[in-house]
């Protein structure tokens, strides 16, 4: 890099465009570096090396780590404009209230998640007398 232009090692000066760098780019990719995304680089890093990609930068890691949480943040952003439009159509009376507690619904996320193309289903229902329920452990145990 001199004055700002990147050029390829590989290729030599002779025929090539340079492309000039853009300064909030690079200030951009080098606060990356410090930055500690919501979701950790090693989990990000694996679907990431599971899907074919390996990255050795680690601020690509944290790019997509970052990337990743916008969607999420989206998506629970729209599920709760859609709880807050169920709430205000049904016509509540608590709406003088300035503390309102809105809880994320199933049906709220799927609508959410419908904008962004991804169908939700809901699964059927499992029952089955080889189903032991314990309070202690979160989820059904089986027994075959």
């Known amino acids: 890099m001199s004055n ?3 050029m390829l090692p590989s290729m030599a000066n002779e025929d090539v ?3 000039v760098s853009s300064t909030p780019l690079l200030d951009f990719m080098m606060q990356l570096r410090d930055y500690r995304p919501t979701i950790p680089d090693a989990l990000t890093g694996n679907y990431l090396n599971l899907s074919g990609f390996e990255a050795s930068d680690r601020r690509i890691i944290r790019l997509v780590s970052l990337a990743a949480q916008k969607f999420i943040s989206d998506i629970a952003n729209d599920a709760l404009q ?6 205000t159509a049904s016509g509540n009376s608590r709406s003088k209230s300035k503390d309102h507690k809105y809880t994320l619904t199933m049906e709220d996320l ?4 419908s904008e962004y193309g991804i169908n939700v289903k809901k699964p059927h229902y499992f029952t089955s007398l080889n189903v032991l329920v314990c309070p202690l452990v979160p989820t059904p145990t089986c027994f075959h």
Request: proline share 6%; net charge positive.
């Open 82 to 87: 859609h709880c807050k439009m169920k709430g």
């Open 17 to 19: 465009k340079p492309v």
């Open 110 to 113: 799927t609508l959410a998640l």
């Open 4 to 6: 700002g232009v990147f």
